[in-house]
């Protein structure tokens, strides 16, 4: 029967999650095999929690990392660890350089922090790390390789996989509720419904359609052959018509360009003899005939009756 759950303080909660990343990181890499560092990291905050209640909270870091390396499993020296690059030396390392290397690198501790982690002054932790780094062909340290190493461990310790972090998580919330637990795998999701096996073998017949169909409009179709069988296209002249009027003729007069001219018959007539006129013309311009007289309407005065008196005789005029 497990005891009665109690709420975590929340600092405890906040500490526990800030470093059970790197924490997971560091074991793994320290021991060589992820479930390995799991149970060690679930372990340590196990340990951890009945001790950090007595700690001031500026003394948690050191202790926690300490309580993690005192794992049985991150002191002893692994014949393999997991390679992040060609030249990160760190199947070459012993436990104690290798974790100095990591807690550099992983826990972000520095000199006096790593030191007191592992119990060690910091001129020897200085030591141990010197003789963790990478190193070139001639012995000397290799920056390039020590800023590779750092970026790769930085990098696995933001793209932990999501069923190890929900593991982890799982693991700490039960740890501070205090319960005894241990990191287990992962129940697998409720599987969902299975596919019909028919649906695959209908969508791939459907897809088939799909694409023969495409290839019938590339595919020039067959002329129908005629009696005699000539397959030739026949060409036959439609017969000659007028074009069918829009209008009728009384509303085709209107919009005819002359229709000013049209309306006025005398124009009309005068017009075919438009040669005549322009003859006429031309010879009064040049004076060698006069100008026709102008027509008079009948029962229009004419200039020789408009100048007569009342009573038919002449008027005269008198000069002034």
Same mark, same amino acid.
């Given at each position: 029967?497990?005891? *009665?759950?109690?709420?975590?303080? !929340? &600092?405890?909660?906040?500490?526990?999650?800030?470093?059970?990343?790197?924490?997971?990181? +560091?074991?793994?890499?320290?021991?060589?095999?992820?479930?390995?560092?799991?149970?060690?990291? =679930?372990?340590?905050?196990?340990?951890?929690?009945?001790? $950090?209640?007595?700690?001031?909270?500026?003394?948690?870091? #050191?202790?926690?990392?300490?309580?993690?390396?005192?794992?049985?499993? +991150?002191?002893?020296?692994?014949?393999?660890?997991?390679?992040?690059? /060609?030249?990160?030396?760190?199947?070459?390392?012993?436990?104690?350089?290798?974790?100095? +290397?990591?807690?550099?690198?992983?826990?972000?501790?520095?000199?006096?922090?790593?030191?007191?982690?592992?119990?060690?002054?910091?001129?020897? %932790?200085?030591?141990?790390?010197?003789?963790? +780094?990478?190193? #070139?062909?001639?012995?000397?340290?290799?920056?390039?390789?020590?800023?590779?190493?750092?970026?790769?461990?930085?990098?696995?310790?933001?793209?932990? /996989?999501?069923?190890?972090?929900?593991?982890?998580?799982?693991?700490?919330?039960?740890?501070?509720?205090?319960?005894?637990? !241990? *990191?287990? /795998? =992962?129940?697998?999701?409720? @599987?969902?419904?299975?596919?019909?096996?028919?649906?695959?073998?209908?969508?791939?017949?459907?897809?088939?359609?799909?694409?023969?169909?495409? !290839?019938?409009?590339?595919?020039? *179709?067959?002329?129908?052959?005629?009696?005699?069988?000539?397959?030739? =296209?026949?060409? #036959?002249?439609? /017969?000659?018509?007028?074009?069918?009027?829009? %209008?009728?003729?009384?509303?085709?007069?209107?919009?005819?360009?002359?229709?000013?001219?049209?309306?006025? @018959?005398?124009?009309? $007539?005068?017009?075919?003899?438009?040669?005549?006129?322009?003859?006429?013309? $031309? #010879?009064?311009?040049?004076?060698?005939?006069?100008?026709?007289?102008?027509?008079?309407?009948?029962? &229009?005065?004419?200039?020789?009756?408009?100048?007569?008196?009342?009573?038919?005789?002449?008027?005269?005029?008198?000069? *002034?």
């Amino acid at each position: 029967m497990n005891p *009665p759950s109690v709420s975590p303080p !929340a &600092a405890l909660s906040a500490f526990l999650r800030g470093v059970e990343r790197r924490g997971a990181v +560091l074991a793994e890499l320290q021991t060589g095999d992820a479930e390995a560092g799991d149970a060690a990291l =679930v372990a340590a905050m196990t340990g951890f929690r009945a001790e $950090a209640e007595a700690l001031p909270m500026s003394a948690w870091p #050191q202790r926690f990392w300490a309580r993690l390396l005192a794992e049985p499993g +991150l002191r002893r020296r692994t014949p393999v660890a997991l390679a992040l690059d /060609p030249t990160d030396r760190l199947a070459e390392l012993g436990a104690g350089p290798r974790a100095a +290397l990591l807690l550099r690198l992983a826990a972000g501790l520095d000199d006096g922090e790593a030191a007191a982690a592992l119990g060690v002054t910091p001129a020897s %932790y200085r030591l141990a790390l010197q003789r963790a +780094l990478p190193r #070139q062909a001639d012995g000397r340290a290799d920056p390039e390789a020590w800023q590779r190493l750092r970026e790769q461990i930085h990098r696995r310790i933001k793209t932990l /996989p999501p069923p190890r972090l929900l593991r982890l998580g799982r693991a700490r919330e039960a740890l501070l509720r205090g319960e005894a637990v !241990a *990191p287990g /795998p =992962v129940a697998d999701a409720a @599987p969902g419904p299975r596919r019909p096996r028919w649906l695959l073998p209908l969508l791939w017949a459907l897809l088939a359609l799909c694409a023969l169909a495409l !290839a019938a409009t590339f595919v020039r *179709p067959p002329r129908p052959a005629d009696a005699g069988g000539d397959a030739a =296209v026949r060409l #036959q002249r439609l /017969p000659e018509e007028p074009p069918a009027a829009g %209008y009728a003729a009384e509303s085709a007069l209107l919009t005819h360009r002359d229709f000013d001219l049209l309306a006025d @018959p005398a124009g009309e $007539a005068g017009s075919a003899d438009l040669a005549f006129f322009s003859w006429l013309a $031309a #010879q009064h311009a040049a004076g060698a005939v006069a100008p026709p007289p102008l027509p008079v309407e009948p029962g &229009a005065a004419t200039p020789a009756t408009a100048a007569a008196g009342p009573d038919g005789g002449a008027e005269t005029l008198d000069a *002034p």
